[in-house]
């Protein structure tokens, strides 16, 4: 669920003011995109587009552990990532497994009914595989134990990823969705499974340390 967009906080003024207002889009790692031309329907239109997250993550019935014990079955070894996703087979698990072989796996899974749909050999970058089997292998919590832990708390796991590329050592990234459309992205520590909120992204991609979105501190 890389395609998540955050607004800057000028939009939802839009909702008082009924005028319509430049924001920063910001992706999902932080970096600011161009400027968005936003209004109080288009903050509406915001809230319409997490309704869709909200019924896809109700339409998948093979819950990200699920997924994740699937995509072993069909592949044994380590998933290193799940990605809950409507593509054109449909609503499907996309899985990253390390393969008992040494070699990566891409696995598509049917989000309905847990089936394979597609599987291939993973021919990226070496580098960025290196850095994830060695984290990977350091690991005491796996995929399936690390999106239980978020969903007990923040409803339902639609993306996990294990990132090792980006901070001072590898962690769980974790986003969930609840009932009402909030989403939450959270980190689990890969060795004592301990769960906290991924710091809050400001439209100066700058991080703001003291958002917890009630995860554990």
């Known amino acids: 669920m890389k395609r998540h967009i955050v607004i800057a906080t000028a939009a939802a003024a839009a ?9 920063v889009a910001v992706s999902g790692d932080g970096s ?9 329907q288009g903050v509406a239109a ?17 819950t990200a552990p699920e997924a994740a014990a699937a995509a072993l ?7 290193a990532g799940l990605d809950l996703d409507q593509d054109r087979p449909g609503l499907v698990w996309d899985a990253d497994v390390l393969g008992k072989d040494g070699r990566w796996h891409e696995i598509t899974l ?28 350091d690991a005491r919590t796996d995929a399936a134990a690390a999106v239980r832990t978020a969903a007990r708390a923040h409803g339902t796991v639609t993306s996990i990823e294990l990132d090792g590329d980006h901070r001072a050592k590898a962690v769980w990234e974790v986003e ?6 909030r989403e939450h992205k959270l980190l689990v520590d890969p060795q004592s499974g ?11 991609g700058d ?4 958002d917890n979105d009630g995860a554990d501190d």
């Open 15 to 23: 909702l008082i003011v009924g005028g319509t207002v430049t924001a």
């Open 32 to 40: 600011a995109g161009a400027g968005v031309q936003t209004t109080a």
């Open 46 to 62: 915001r809230g319409a587009y997490d309704q869709e997250d909200v019924r896809e993550a109700a339409a998948a019935k093979v």
């Open 73 to 79: 079955q069909a592949v044994p070894g380590a998933v």
């Open 110 to 137: 049917d989000a309905r009914t847990g089936r394979v749909l597609n599987q291939r050999l993973d021919h990226g970058d070496d580098d960025d595989h290196a850095r994830a089997a060695a984290a990977l292998k």
């Open 176 to 181: 969930t969705i609840t009932q009402d459309g």
């Open 194 to 204: 301990k769960l906290t909120a991924a710091p809050a992204h400001r439209a100066d």
């Open 207 to 210: 991080t703001n340390g003291d």
